[in-house]
């Protein structure tokens, strides 16, 4: 191996966190990789997966061609049937918007390994041993790659390291100037995930993941979480319980507001929408068309404080 570089240039200095929730996971370049990687190894003989789900999760499908079944979700955001699945199917459930860890672990203990569960939107969710747990870090913290994967056994080759070096230019441009102004730079980082190889997550990703106090983020993101749901709880159609709520990603209000969405973005709070594609799925379910068009995931990440959250509760109050 070649000797290392020693003097010259400074890179960009990250220090050490603390709390880091995935030492033992396999670090890889996208969650969507990492089920990609579960399918490779185990290929099961055909998988159930929600109709209420995000159309990157289908690209493995597709590059695997592992046959596959839609599953729906209630209101409670849990499996409306569930199905019995054979020792060589797979069923994937999302623990959703980080407000599912209690029912994920019923269904690990239903399911063992069965299950793949999607943490993708719960990072600071522990994993539940016996059971692939898949985690997509950019969605909590400012990455733009990487996925994580526990329960699962490494790929037989080492993989090659993936490269961030075109795709974070949204990340300082943030920091910079504003996230209207960098939003086709996001836009065009999000889209080079589509269809890439599995690949090890990249050095930049994994010293960025490394440099951050997690303890910190999950007590700012429970903080905010349950100051909203004390104003907003009582208008939220989606039933929260305490013991679910770990480490959320935002929070989910799912009311009865007309123009609310737009009147959050027009008083620039970015709001997303989970997910466009499920609309056209012709699988899906009037309770998916109902939480594409209704549920509103408002931020309460560890970027905000109470009187961010203040202007939120005023604006979907005001509506
Ligand atoms: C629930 C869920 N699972 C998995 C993914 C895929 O994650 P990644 O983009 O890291 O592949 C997404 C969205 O991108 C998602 O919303």
């Not at 699945?85 to 459930?93: C, F, N, Q, V």
Request: one cysteine or more.
């Amino acid at each position: 191996m070649a000797n290392h570089e020693i003097g010259g240039y400074f890179g960009l200095e990250l220090g050490r966190g603390r709390d880091y929730p995935h030492a033992g996971a396999l670090h890889l370049n996208s969650a969507r990789n990492a089920f990609l990687h579960i399918l490779e190894s185990v290929r099961p003989s055909r998988l159930y997966l929600p109709s209420y789900l995000c159309k990157s999760m289908m690209e493995p499908l597709s590059r695997t061609g592992i046959p596959h079944e839609f599953y729906h979700i209630d209101e409670r955001l849990e499996i409306a049937s569930l199905p019995d699945t054979g020792s060589s199917e797979r069923i994937l459930y999302v623990n959703y918007f980080g407000v599912k860890a209690q029912y994920s672990t019923r269904l690990a203990q239903r399911y063992g390994q069965s299950l793949v569960l999607d943490n993708s939107q719960a990072f600071l969710a522990a994993n539940t041993p016996g059971t692939a747990c898949i985690y997509s870090p950019r969605k909590f913290v400012g990455v733009a790659d990487g996925g994580l994967l526990h329960g699962s056994a490494p790929p037989t080759e080492r993989l090659e390291p993936d490269s961030s070096v075109d795709s974070t230019r949204h990340l300082i441009g943030r920091l910079d100037a504003s996230a209207a102004q960098f939003y086709p730079d996001y836009r065009s980082s999000e889209e080079s995930l589509a269809n890439r190889p599995l690949r090890a997550m990249s050095a930049f990703t994994r010293a960025v993941l490394r440099s951050l106090d997690y303890e910190q983020i999950k007590l700012v993101r429970e903080r905010n979480f349950w100051y909203l749901h004390a104003h907003l709880g009582s208008e939220n159609r989606l039933e929260i319980a305490p013991p679910e709520v770990c480490g959320p990603m935002v929070y989910p209000f799912w009311g009865s507001r007309p123009g609310l969405r737009d009147r959050l973005i027009g008083n620039r709070i970015y709001v997303a929408r989970y997910w466009a594609e499920v609309l056209s799925n012709p699988r899906r379910s009037s309770v998916d068309e109902r939480l594409t068009n209704e549920l509103l995931p408002l931020p309460i990440d560890q970027r905000y404080g109470t009187r961010d959250m203040d202007r939120i509760i005023e604006t979907v109050l005001r509506a």
